[in-house]
């Protein structure tokens, strides 16, 4: 593999381990009579090994195209179906083929950087194609649907994650990532090993480990702004992660790094197909816990009532969804379940980042920066009073910020509460709240709305002065 490759794609059939072999033997051949379309672009593209390597599958393919093509002939068939008395020499002549795959990689950016990497079969002198799947007479002999080009892979322009498309409005040209059938919409390839079909084809696409690199990151930052006119690598708020090796699915979701970990359970990055990106809260249910699961999840459910109607300015999280692996009800005889708390929005950042960073400390005070991003959370906080809640665990780590300019959103709402108006709620000692943060009030006596403003003032202190007081 190029050391510069972030993806492969690997035939994974086959019939497509013969078009490869076949496509090879083609630009080679091209490439030693010194024809004037140089082919020697498309084999950059493909890695394949110095010898060319047996596999009784191959045998088996050419024997039955042997079959079929006698069969059409009007001739007896049996004897090629068989092994026969082929000399050993022959078998392996049948079952040879070279092996490689297709590398992924901006050393070899496509030709069209719009349209992105193409897949379709060839070589046509007039319409590159970069990754040639199979040459246009193998196809024809095997009926094989493949358009020119039948799909395309590139980055999408704002988050700079990969995707895969259908080029042809054809319900005939047949493309499908792990089984899911793709048309004219880009679909995310968020997961370190997806299975891909273009009609009769499969391959497996696999990320490197250069795609977990920063290099390639910046490889791939200057790239999209230069040729996709993306923002630039500094400008951009967020970027796709590559994804990782060990995949953990909910529903429509795949989940990456972890965001962050808290009492109840750990909070991860996920993405769909579409690209859209979530923070979920992977929560263990258990007989000793599954109240206070569900009492989280009641609560995210009213407060994201109330940021639906109040909070236009999205400065207070949201639940989406709940996707329990073993129905919403934890019945007794299970031991534990898992439930995914999708959240959004996913913020890449949190005041925890602010902290030390962008504080100049002593009497030069915050940065703007940090000082706009507190007067957005104030806002978000603004918006629950209003409401009649207390979120009662602000600190930094529980306020996130996202977009540029940033946009602060208030995080860890599952153990906020609702209060009568002018009424008071009372302590119940070590159950909410955070040490370094909390009001002294919420773990001695009655306490109200005002328990955010100390934590609020806390973490202005340490914006303010780079310490905690
Ligand atoms: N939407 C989000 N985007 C990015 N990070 C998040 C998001 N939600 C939570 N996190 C990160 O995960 C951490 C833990 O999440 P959360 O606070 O919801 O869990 P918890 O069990 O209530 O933790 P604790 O009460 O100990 O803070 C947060 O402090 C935050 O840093």
Known sequence: ???????????????????????????????????????????????????????????????????????TDGEASETLTEPDTDTEEQLRGLGMVWVGCYQLGLQFPPAVSERGWTVGKGPLDNLPVDFLLCTRSFAKLHDIKLRNPHSRFNFFVQNKGLFVMGCSRSPLAQLTVNGDAVTRRPYHLNQHSMKIQFDKLDYCLQWTDYAAESDFKHERGDYVASSLGGPAAVDSDFEMPTPLPNKRTFGRWTLGDALGAGGHGRVFFASDQS??????????????NCQSVDEEIETLREVTKL?????????????????????????????????????????????????????????????????????????????????????????????????????????DIGTSTHIRAGGSLRSRPGTVGTIGYLAPELELEEYDHSIDIWSMAIILFELTYNYHP
Request: glycine fraction near 6%.
């Open 275 to 288: 690209a859209n990106v979530a923070a979920i809260k992977v929560v263990e249910r258990t007989s000793r």
């Open 307 to 411: 940021a639906q109607k109040f909070d236009d300015d999205e400065r207070i999280l949201r639940m989406a969804e709940v996707i329990y692996s073993n129905g919403e009800k934890f019945s007794s005889k299970t031991v534990f379940d898992n439930v995914a708390i999708v959240l959004t929005p996913m913020t890449p950042q949190t005041f925890g980042d602010l902290m030390g960073t962008r504080s100049k400390g002593g009497c030069k005070g915050m940065t703007i920066e940090a000082a706009t991003a507190f007067r957005a959370a104030l806002l978000g906080v603004k918006v629950m009073h209003d409401g009649r809640w207390l979120h009662r665990d602000l600190k930094p780590t529980n306020i996130g910020f996202i977009g540029k300019p940033p946009r602060s959103v208030l995080l």
């Open 1 to 71: 593999m190029s050391d510069r490759a972030f993806a492969s794609l690997t035939p994974a059939n086959a019939l497509a381990r013969l078009a490869f072999s076949d496509v090879y033997n083609l630009l080679i051949s091209r490439r030693q009579n010194s024809q004037a379309n140089n082919p020697q672009v498309a084999l950059d593209r493909m890695l394949v090994e110095p010898e060319q390597v047996y596999n009784d599958e191959i045998v088996c393919l050419r024997r039955e195209m042997d079959r079929t093509k006698y069969d």
